[in-house]
Protein backbone atom coordinates (compact mmCIF):
# COMPACT_ATOMS: atom_id res chain seq x y z
CA UNK A 1 0.00 0.00 0.00
CA UNK A 2 0.84 3.52 -0.69
CA UNK A 3 1.65 5.49 2.57
CA UNK A 4 1.94 8.94 2.51
CA UNK A 5 3.12 11.01 5.35
CA UNK A 6 2.64 14.14 6.78
CA UNK A 7 4.66 16.06 9.64
CA UNK A 8 2.02 17.21 12.01
CA UNK A 9 -1.83 16.87 11.71
CA UNK A 10 -2.18 20.16 13.80
CA UNK A 11 0.00 23.36 13.95
CA UNK A 12 -0.46 26.62 15.42
CA UNK A 13 1.99 29.33 14.35
CA UNK A 14 2.25 33.15 14.69
CA UNK A 15 1.93 35.64 12.01
CA UNK A 16 5.29 36.10 10.73
CA UNK A 17 6.47 33.00 11.79
CA UNK A 18 8.03 30.40 9.23
CA UNK A 19 6.29 27.28 8.65
CA UNK A 20 7.46 23.98 7.29
CA UNK A 21 5.27 21.15 6.42
CA UNK A 22 6.57 18.24 5.03
CA UNK A 23 5.28 15.18 3.38
CA UNK A 24 7.13 11.68 2.77
CA UNK A 25 5.84 8.64 0.43
CA UNK A 26 7.54 5.95 0.70
CA UNK A 27 6.29 4.38 -3.10
CA UNK A 28 9.59 5.99 -5.08
CA UNK A 29 6.62 8.33 -6.79
CA UNK A 30 8.12 10.52 -9.14
CA UNK A 31 5.08 13.20 -8.66
CA UNK A 32 4.13 15.25 -5.69
CA UNK A 33 1.39 17.34 -4.96
CA UNK A 34 0.64 20.21 -1.98
CA UNK A 35 -3.06 20.88 -1.93
CA UNK A 36 -5.06 23.49 0.36
CA UNK A 37 -8.42 23.14 1.29
CA UNK A 38 -11.03 25.31 2.22
CA UNK A 39 -14.72 24.59 3.41
CA UNK A 40 -16.94 25.36 -0.61
CA UNK A 41 -13.97 25.54 -2.35
CA UNK A 42 -12.46 22.01 -2.69
CA UNK A 43 -8.73 21.44 -3.05
CA UNK A 44 -6.90 23.83 -4.86
CA UNK A 45 -3.09 23.04 -6.01
CA UNK A 46 -0.33 25.25 -4.77
CA UNK A 47 2.52 23.66 -6.39
CA UNK A 48 3.98 20.42 -7.77
CA UNK A 49 7.02 18.54 -8.40
CA UNK A 50 7.79 15.83 -10.95
CA UNK A 51 11.05 15.36 -9.93
CA UNK A 52 13.87 15.87 -7.59
CA UNK A 53 14.87 19.61 -7.44
CA UNK A 54 11.98 20.12 -10.31
CA UNK A 55 8.98 21.87 -9.21
CA UNK A 56 5.62 24.15 -10.58
CA UNK A 57 3.71 26.85 -9.66
CA UNK A 58 -0.22 25.47 -9.08
CA UNK A 59 -2.99 27.87 -8.89
CA UNK A 60 -2.36 29.40 -5.70
CA UNK A 61 1.37 29.80 -5.36
CA UNK A 62 1.74 33.69 -3.88
CA UNK A 63 2.87 33.00 -0.32
CA UNK A 64 4.06 29.77 -0.59
CA UNK A 65 7.69 27.84 -1.54
CA UNK A 66 8.51 24.08 -1.82
CA UNK A 67 11.77 21.88 -1.34
CA UNK A 68 12.42 18.69 -3.02
CA UNK A 69 15.89 17.80 -1.94
CA UNK A 70 15.08 13.89 -2.45
CA UNK A 71 12.30 11.85 -4.40
CA UNK A 72 10.60 10.57 -1.50
CA UNK A 73 10.23 14.09 0.45
CA UNK A 74 8.60 17.22 -0.56
CA UNK A 75 8.06 20.39 2.23
CA UNK A 76 5.65 23.52 1.56
CA UNK A 77 7.13 26.64 3.03
CA UNK A 78 5.43 29.26 4.30
CA UNK A 79 7.87 32.40 4.58
CA UNK A 80 6.13 34.31 6.45
CA UNK A 81 2.69 33.10 7.50
CA UNK A 82 -0.44 35.30 7.66
CA UNK A 83 -3.81 34.67 9.05
CA UNK A 84 -5.32 34.31 5.31
CA UNK A 85 -3.19 30.78 5.77
CA UNK A 86 -5.07 28.97 8.06
CA UNK A 87 -5.88 26.15 6.32
CA UNK A 88 -6.04 22.64 6.06
CA UNK A 89 -2.97 21.72 3.59
CA UNK A 90 -2.87 17.98 1.64
CA UNK A 91 0.01 16.56 0.02
CA UNK A 92 -0.45 13.73 -2.55
CA UNK A 93 1.99 11.96 -4.54
CA UNK A 94 1.73 9.88 -8.08
CA UNK A 95 3.68 7.41 -9.31
CA UNK A 96 4.28 8.85 -12.69
CA UNK A 97 2.59 11.23 -15.60
CA UNK A 98 0.63 8.18 -16.92
CA UNK A 99 -0.42 6.44 -13.68
CA UNK A 100 -2.99 9.53 -12.67
CA UNK A 101 -4.19 7.99 -9.80
CA UNK A 102 -3.30 10.32 -6.45
CA UNK A 103 -2.32 8.77 -2.48
CA UNK A 104 -3.01 11.21 -0.09
CA UNK A 105 -1.55 11.92 3.36
CA UNK A 106 -3.64 12.60 6.28
CA UNK A 107 -3.62 16.50 5.70
CA UNK A 108 -2.00 19.04 8.15
CA UNK A 109 -4.46 21.37 9.77
CA UNK A 110 -2.71 25.13 10.08
CA UNK A 111 -3.95 27.69 12.47
CA UNK A 112 -2.58 31.10 12.21
CA UNK A 113 -2.69 33.43 14.86
CA UNK B 1 -16.32 29.03 -15.86
CA UNK B 2 -15.75 25.82 -12.90
CA UNK B 3 -14.21 22.90 -14.47
CA UNK B 4 -16.02 20.50 -11.84
CA UNK B 5 -19.01 21.28 -10.49
CA UNK B 6 -20.75 19.12 -7.99
CA UNK B 7 -24.16 21.01 -6.73
CA UNK B 8 -24.97 18.67 -3.65
CA UNK B 9 -23.33 20.62 -0.46
CA UNK B 10 -25.15 17.83 0.86
CA UNK B 11 -26.79 14.58 1.20
CA UNK B 12 -28.52 12.41 3.47
CA UNK B 13 -29.49 8.72 2.75
CA UNK B 14 -30.68 5.68 4.89
CA UNK B 15 -28.76 2.96 6.04
CA UNK B 16 -28.60 0.15 3.29
CA UNK B 17 -30.16 2.16 0.61
CA UNK B 18 -28.70 3.77 -2.53
CA UNK B 19 -27.66 6.97 -3.24
CA UNK B 20 -26.33 9.07 -5.90
CA UNK B 21 -23.78 12.14 -5.73
CA UNK B 22 -23.36 14.19 -9.03
CA UNK B 23 -20.75 15.72 -10.37
CA UNK B 24 -20.68 17.85 -14.07
CA UNK B 25 -17.39 18.60 -15.35
CA UNK B 26 -16.16 21.08 -18.40
CA UNK B 27 -13.05 20.28 -21.02
CA UNK B 28 -12.23 20.92 -24.58
CA UNK B 29 -9.92 18.03 -23.85
CA UNK B 30 -10.96 14.35 -25.45
CA UNK B 31 -8.52 12.75 -23.39
CA UNK B 32 -9.01 13.37 -19.68
CA UNK B 33 -9.76 11.26 -16.36
CA UNK B 34 -12.58 11.68 -13.68
CA UNK B 35 -11.98 10.55 -9.93
CA UNK B 36 -13.59 10.54 -6.78
CA UNK B 37 -12.26 10.71 -3.22
CA UNK B 38 -13.68 9.95 -0.08
CA UNK B 39 -13.32 11.99 2.98
CA UNK B 40 -14.16 11.36 6.56
CA UNK B 41 -13.90 13.29 9.46
CA UNK B 42 -10.43 12.68 10.04
CA UNK B 43 -9.28 14.27 7.34
CA UNK B 44 -7.21 11.99 4.72
CA UNK B 45 -8.56 11.40 1.18
CA UNK B 46 -9.28 8.32 0.35
CA UNK B 47 -9.38 6.86 -3.85
CA UNK B 48 -12.52 5.62 -4.12
CA UNK B 49 -13.01 5.19 -8.35
CA UNK B 50 -11.45 6.41 -11.36
CA UNK B 51 -12.85 6.09 -15.32
CA UNK B 52 -11.32 7.54 -18.37
CA UNK B 53 -12.70 9.38 -21.11
CA UNK B 54 -12.15 6.26 -23.62
CA UNK B 55 -13.23 4.02 -21.34
CA UNK B 56 -16.29 2.13 -22.87
CA UNK B 57 -17.74 1.11 -19.62
CA UNK B 58 -18.94 2.74 -16.61
CA UNK B 59 -16.21 1.84 -14.11
CA UNK B 60 -16.96 -0.30 -10.85
CA UNK B 61 -15.64 -0.90 -7.36
CA UNK B 62 -17.31 -2.78 -4.84
CA UNK B 63 -20.20 -0.62 -3.57
CA UNK B 64 -18.88 2.02 -5.83
CA UNK B 65 -20.24 3.01 -9.24
CA UNK B 66 -19.75 5.50 -11.77
CA UNK B 67 -22.28 6.34 -14.08
CA UNK B 68 -20.44 8.04 -16.72
CA UNK B 69 -22.46 10.18 -19.32
CA UNK B 70 -19.79 11.94 -21.80
CA UNK B 71 -22.26 13.37 -23.44
CA UNK B 72 -23.86 15.03 -20.80
CA UNK B 73 -20.36 15.69 -19.03
CA UNK B 74 -21.36 14.06 -16.13
CA UNK B 75 -19.92 11.02 -13.80
CA UNK B 76 -22.22 11.15 -11.10
CA UNK B 77 -21.02 8.23 -8.12
CA UNK B 78 -23.55 5.74 -7.02
CA UNK B 79 -23.22 4.03 -3.75
CA UNK B 80 -25.34 1.09 -3.31
CA UNK B 81 -26.56 -0.45 -0.02
CA UNK B 82 -24.85 2.75 2.33
CA UNK B 83 -23.45 1.98 5.49
CA UNK B 84 -22.85 4.32 8.71
CA UNK B 85 -19.29 4.64 7.82
CA UNK B 86 -20.16 5.94 4.17
CA UNK B 87 -20.75 9.28 6.06
CA UNK B 88 -18.03 11.34 4.61
CA UNK B 89 -17.34 14.43 2.27
CA UNK B 90 -17.02 13.53 -1.37
CA UNK B 91 -14.83 14.56 -3.69
CA UNK B 92 -14.81 14.41 -7.75
CA UNK B 93 -11.78 15.44 -9.65
CA UNK B 94 -10.78 15.73 -12.86
CA UNK B 95 -7.14 15.67 -14.93
CA UNK B 96 -7.20 17.06 -18.03
CA UNK B 97 -4.36 14.95 -20.18
CA UNK B 98 -4.23 17.27 -23.07
CA UNK B 99 -3.12 20.30 -20.99
CA UNK B 100 0.07 18.71 -19.70
CA UNK B 101 -1.34 19.32 -15.95
CA UNK B 102 -0.55 16.48 -13.65
CA UNK B 103 -2.91 17.87 -10.80
CA UNK B 104 -6.17 17.07 -10.31
CA UNK B 105 -8.71 19.48 -10.31
CA UNK B 106 -11.56 19.02 -7.53
CA UNK B 107 -15.02 19.91 -6.93
CA UNK B 108 -16.42 21.67 -3.87
CA UNK B 109 -17.43 18.64 -2.30
CA UNK B 110 -20.86 17.15 -0.80
CA UNK B 111 -21.23 16.12 2.61
CA UNK B 112 -23.52 12.71 2.73
CA UNK B 113 -24.40 11.84 6.04
CA UNK B 114 -26.12 8.39 6.21
CA UNK B 115 -28.61 7.61 8.79
CA UNK B 116 -29.60 4.57 10.78
Redesign the interface.
Known amino acids: DVKVTQSS?YLVKRTGEKVFLECVQDMDHE?M?W?RQDP??????IY?S?DVKMKEK?DIPEGYSVSREKKERFSLILESASTNQTS?Y?C?S?LH?SE????????T?LLVL | AQKITQTQPGMFVQEKEAVTLDCTYDTSDPSYGLFWYKQPSSGEMIFLIYQGSYDQQNATEGRYSLNFQKARKSANLVISASQLGDSAMYFCAMRERGTGRRALTFGSGTRLQVQP
Open positions: RNFYGLGLRLFYGMLASSETQYFGPGR
